[in-house]
């Protein structure tokens, strides 16, 4: 994998992991260009598209779009498998995820997805082993809580983890 | 100094901001205090100010004064400040910044620390951002904590070392000790990256391939544990277990069995059984099944195995799920060339995912349903993509168009039938089309005597409905004007004539003229056209004469030139008008490498003003036959020139503007041609006997891939039937001989045969080929061979 990124329907970044070093000119550049891309497919569409030379796997769960950039010889099937087991690590982490629980705890997103994927790769195939992994990583740093915010906003929607799109 | 609040409370005031200066008015404060804070001394919430710094980054605000920060927090002994430090590395730092490079050593450190989340933690950055002098400095340790004793470690070590063998190719050798061990591990996560290891090893280096080999039994039975093990709670993922290590496994399979038919027969059994036995009713089954098919495909499998994967492949075609539809299609594109007749099988459904709502779908269809075009299927393949390209998304109308007329080209069943479809492409997709589709098209119609009749019609009926289509409009202009007079005689056999008169004909041609749609090309064309006429017609030559000295006054350089050429045959020249403005003969399609000297500047001039550029997208390589026919058509017509130019005696100026206005005339032809043309290809003569003439070209397409053309002609007076040709190479040359495009040939030269050989030449031995020809003349059947030791151009 290249790049992950995770944007809202407004086309807000949520977070971004880039596996390939580029400045940070060209970074913004591809993510305004890929986020465009995306979100000016219709619902129905394939999950997959080429874009440059890169071949593009999203997937929508309720107002977030999961975006991986991958390379030629990659699965592509399996990289929606990556973005699903991804979305289900943080749906058990935070009890019933939504993207305000990603907004407010963003690090917390981020440890995560350092604990399934390293360098672009999946490290750990158990869910298990990756939760139980975060938990104790987490015991070694009292003082980063989880502050789960649910309060009266409209844009909380749980990701929807069980849907099978 | 405002005091700093917690990372959330700052989220929370960022987003009520409700304006864009508002929110920036946030943020401004937010970093200054963060900027103040991490000037003072240790405190408790360093971690929080990082965070909060680096939310502000992500919200694409600058952050570079944060990066020493993120360097002083990963030497901290603590470990939340130094997951946040590492965190901030990975998102601040790039190998591009200086400040990289000052961490390495706190990565150093780390990677042997007591805490396993501490060196995961230092694994974790390296194989994210590692430059090369980090990977370089660091490789040994990796390589120490593959061998360590925890999987938690070994897990992440080995996917470390897929990075630094991605950034240093050569320090590949030193894990390929460590990874052969890692196979005979038990922990997935270790086994799943122990293989993307051994893959990235042997990607970049064929010997450790080789020394790779010998893991295959060992694979194959991992693969067997997991397909026929039980459930697996812990790795299993609706049914398959552990889905991501089995497609990993089937990759590095692939890339074993390539080539090599002991390695491929080894996995066979497997691979039927990984086929047969995985559940393909999720997405996750079909991914195994998906891998599984791309390795079957690309190792040395028995047949029965790849009609196995080209039946799977099939039935994706048939799943609801879009998706599977698009990687079905993508995998059949891969093989159609080697498996044809197992993908045409398929041909109906493919041609209905023409019609699906999604553009990548369609694009993949398309590639796929122009691929299968056989000489059996065209008529019906001709329908669907007509229908296809009046409703296609216009980025994919040019691929369509070009793709329509190569097939037409290679397969068309009658003259007939191709001039009608290239017609209809026009009409439907006029403005998508390359630049030598003009000339094309117009060669072929001057080819085809007996449809000059139906042709004028067709275009004169084409003319009056639309006259936006700019190629469309030139080839009618064109032909009105050679074959005018075919239209004014109101009968024709094809189709149904009207009546028309002289009057109504020079009415189009002034309406193109003058509509503010006709780019100059155009117009060019629909004025020599109107000067053609004025030999054809009988009545109106006066109202010619006036249309061509009004032009005279052009604006437009090349029509005031043209105006007050033809101006000049008409006053001093009239005697050398019929000759001058006769019809055309019909044009030889020559074999490759003529060029044309003076004539061949002056395309230059000519595509300026020429075509609107159209939208970019990927086309097909023109094919270097097209390039031959424009210049033919310089050649062919000088004929007619000569003649005329020395009936009028000594040169003088005025005597050469005339053959230079008809010159004008064929260049016009060229219209759009392209300032750069393709080197032509060399061609040889390879066999020259009793009138049969072969001819040999060919054309590098890649490092071993090589095109060859094979064009026969026939010199004598009788027709040629029944002919074929068979060809030999050397053993390690791949051939495949595509269909020829006729297998009769005409006396007297009346049509030439081209048959295209695809070559591939992987050891890069000596390349030779014998042909062996073979034909029916004048009722007895002779055969011949050749040998060719030398092709032209390599």
Redesign the interface.
Known sequence: MQFMLLFSRQGKLRLQKWYVPLSDKEKKKITRELVQTVLARKPKMCSFLEWRDLKIVYKRYASLYFCCAIEDQDNELITLEIIHRYVELLDKYFGSVCELDIIFNFEKAYFILDEFLLGGEAQETSKKNVLKAIEQADLLSPEIQVKLIKGKHDDICPLNVNFVA | MSPSVPL?EM??AI?SARTQCEERGVIQRECAAIRAQFRQTDN?GR??NL?KL??VH???YPAHFGQMECVRMIASP???EK??GY?GAMMLL???QDASLLITNSIKNDLSHS?Q?VQ?LA??TL???G?AEMCRDLAPEIDRLLRSSNS?IK??AA??A??IVRKVHDLGELFVPSARSLLSEKN??VL??AV?LITELCERSPETLERFRKTVPDLVQIMKGLVISGYSP??D?AGVS????Q?RIL?LLRILGRNNEAASDAMNDLLAQVATNTDST???G??VL??TV?TVLDIKSESGLRVLAVNILGRFLLNND???R??AMTSLQKIVSTDHNAVQRHRGTIVDCLKD?????KRRALELSLALVSASNIRSMMKELLIFLSSCPPELRAQAASGIFNAAERYAPSKRWHIDTILHVLTTAGGDVRDETVPNLIQLITNTSELHCYTVHKLYRALLTDISQQPLVQVACWCIGEYGDLLLKGECQETEAVQVTEDDVLDALEIVLQSHMSTPTTRGFALTATMKLSTRITDNVDRIRSIVSIYGSCIDVELQQRAVEYNALFKKYDHMRAAVLERMPVIQKNSLGQTNGELSEEPMKESQPGKVKQEETALPPQPAGQVVDLLDLLGGSQEPLQPGSSVGGSASTQLTAAPTSAGGDLLDLLGGFEPTPLAPAPTVTVYEKNGVTLTLSCEQQSESGLTVTLTASNSTDSDISGFTLQAAVPKSVQLQMRAPSRDSLPAHGGAKLTQLVVLNNPNKVNLKMRIRVSYTCQGSVVQDMVQVDSFPGL
């Open positions: 959330q989220i929370r987003r408790g971690s929080h965070a680096l939310y992500m919200l694409g603590r470990y939340s997951r946040v965190l790039d190998e591009k805490n989340y995961s694994l974790c194989a994210c951002m430059s938690y897990k992440k996917l470390c897929v990075h997935h996560g799943h990256g993307v812990d790795h993922v552990d889905p991501f290590l497609v990759r999720k997405t996750v079909n991914a998906y891998e791309l879009r998706n599977i698009y990687i709502q999604d553009a990548s779908v």
